[in-house]
Nanobody, 123 residues
Framework: QVQLVESGGGLVQAGGSLRLSCAASGRTFSNYNMGWFRQAPGKEREFVAVVTRSGGITSYADSVKGRFTISRDNAKNTVYLQMNSLKPEDTAVYYC????????????????WGQGTQVTVSS
């Protein structure tokens, strides 16, 4: 089992920045690809970004490319999502997820999930 705990969400004005963190415990963190997803009210959970086990490969949704940066620190068992130039449409609950083999954009491919952290961007 892998336990994931997100933090860093909050209320921010459009154009502002937030940094989300996801702390992992329970298994060897460096064995897992780590993803960020988000879900707005009434909408499906959507892919935001993923980083592979070593941190060597990252991938982003088109909607956040150039504004968000995913990174990980395997020594601290933590994955981060730096969010800049935030827009009201970024408002959602943000979740981190882990999987050993899969590193794609389909949320069904991830085995472990955090409880989520709310991000609200005001206009």
């Amino acid at each position: 089992q892998v336990q994931l705990v997100e933090s860093g969400g909050g209320l921010v004005q459009a154009g502002g920045s937030l940094r989300l963190s996801c702390a992992a415990s329970g298994r060897t963190f460096s064995n897992y690809n780590m993803g960020w997803f988000r879900q707005a009210p009434g909408k499906e959970r959507e892919f935001v970004a993923v980083v592979t086990r070593s941190g060597g490969i990252t991938s982003y949704a088109d909607s956040v490319k150039g504004r968000f940066t995913i990174s990980r620190d395997n020594a601290k068992n933590t994955v981060y999502l730096q969010m800049n130039s935030l827009k009201p449409e970024d408002t959602a609950v943000y979740y981190c997820a882990a999987n050993q083999g899969y590193s794609g954009s389909n949320y069904l491919g991830y085995d472990y999930w955090g409880q989520g952290t709310q991000v609200t961007v005001s206009s």
